[in-house]
């Protein structure tokens, strides 16, 4: 374990070789002392003592015969495979939405017909709306957003006739994740101050 050192390594070692047993039971108990002190986070741990003898014999690869105040632990259970949790993806309808929104959209479609299902219907679209124009086109028709809730939700859902969404304004810019506002027109001023700076050379 690297947290400890090699000389921790060394010290474990030399302890198999004692013979005498209430002399190794000492300098097991002097080891874990000093195992103690080199790996301070061992604190932040809940039974923090038993992990530092358990650390002492997963560094002796299990081989320690000492009289530890804690159950010797096995091999196997520090390195038997954890049990596979079952999970169940099945394939995104829609990138651009996310597996997030099918799932808010299963939730929905459960609900019963109403103020507050219209009203979640109406919210889910404008985030919808929202998540289109970040990765696809400048605008979009909210007659298009209907569909795609309809058609994600295996038509599930009927949006009500009538609903319509908020307008977007014209000042709002919608950024993917990972660009920083108004880095595009900055690169786009530069460029243009380097192509009037490589004109006037040419003049020149």
Known sequence: MPEYGRNVQKMVDYLNTIEDRQKRNEQARAIVKVMEILNPQ?????????????????????????DSPYPKPTEEHFYER????????????????????????????????GEVKTAMIRSLAIYMRQQYLIWNKDSVADQTIFQDIEKLSDYR???????QLSKISSEVSFQRPGLNPGQKNKGMGQRQKNNMRMKKQRKG
């Open 82 to 113: 954890p049990e596979v949790v079952p999970i169940k993806n099945k394939p995104i309808k829609a990138t651009h939405y996310g597996r997030n929104i099918e799932s808010i959209i299963d939730l929905i479609a459960d609900h019963k017909d």
């Open 157 to 163: 859902i009927k949006v009500p006739e009538g609903l």
């Open 42 to 66: 061992v604190y932040l741990q809940e039974n923090y003592e038993q992990k530092l003898w358990d650390h002492l014999h997963i560094i002796s690869h299990f081989t320690l015969d000492i």
